[in-house]
């Protein structure tokens, strides 16, 4: 079964063994040349990223339902008295900073492993694999495909906006500095009085 789970996940290596010992047998400058030819012929992997990111979504998030459910089991476990012990002079031991730990982790890994399991759905769903074809998509969905220069009163638009943000912070920044000059002046006066 590993064998089959290399295979599929782990294409590559299956391909530089079988070049390593071909290259071995032939000499130094063929080897640096069938090098740059098995990058440029190395064979898609069988699953693509998007696909690879559900499974191991999916695989994270059963992962962490199992360490959810023995957390639980483990807390269950310890509330239950032993067989002699009546249920008022029980008193478990607990550790709050290590059960507030535990549960800020489990909390963390579930939000992960579901986030993981969404993102790999999704890019399924939108056949995306990688970060361009999300932009590619993005921009033709936008109507931008092509980059469509914008027109003279959006470009006015923008100036005029961006004008209006630049006097915004160096108003502000003027404020400061003429607070630092006053309180500068005040620390001049109080120790001239003195």
Same mark, same amino acid.
């Given at each position: 079964m590993s064998w089959l789970l290399k295979r599929w996940f782990f294409p590559e290596e299956q391909n530089s063994s079988a070049s390593a010992t071909q290259s071995t047998n032939t000499s130094i400058p063929q080897s640096s040349?069938?090098?740059?030819?098995?990058?440029?012929e190395t064979p898609p992997s069988l699953l693509q990223n998007n696909q690879k990111l559900l499974i191991g979504g999916l695989l994270f998030f059963s992962l962490s339902?199992?360490?959810t459910r023995r957390s639980l089991l483990r /807390?269950?476990?310890?509330?239950?008295?032993?067989?002699?012990?009546?249920?008022?002079?029980? /008193?478990?031991?607990?550790?709050?900073?290590?059960?507030?730990f535990e549960a800020l982790n489990i909390a963390t890994i579930n939000v992960f492993s579901?986030?993981?399991?969404?993102?790999?759905?999704?890019?399924?769903a939108f056949d995306v694999n990688t970060m361009t074809e999300a932009?590619?998509?993005l921009r033709a969905g936008m109507g931008?495909?092509?980059?469509?220069?914008?027109?003279?009163?959006?470009?006015r638009q923008f100036e005029d906006e961006m004008e209006e943000?630049?006097?915004?912070?160096?108003a502000k920044k003027d404020i400061?500095?003429?607070?630092?000059?006053?309180?500068?002046?005040?620390?001049?006066?109080?120790?001239?009085?003195e």
């Open positions: 040349q069938s090098q740059s030819q098995l990058q440029q339902t199992f360490i /807390k269950h476990r310890n509330a239950i008295p032993p067989y002699y012990t009546s249920s008022v002079y029980h /008193k478990p031991e607990i550790n709050n900073t290590l059960e507030a579901i986030a993981m399991a969404a993102l790999g759905g999704a890019m399924c932009r590619t998509k931008i495909a092509h980059g469509v220069p914008p027109t003279e009163e959006e470009e943000i630049l006097s915004k912070v160096l400061a500095e003429i607070r630092k000059k006053v309180e500068a002046a005040r620390a001049e006066g109080s120790a001239k009085k």
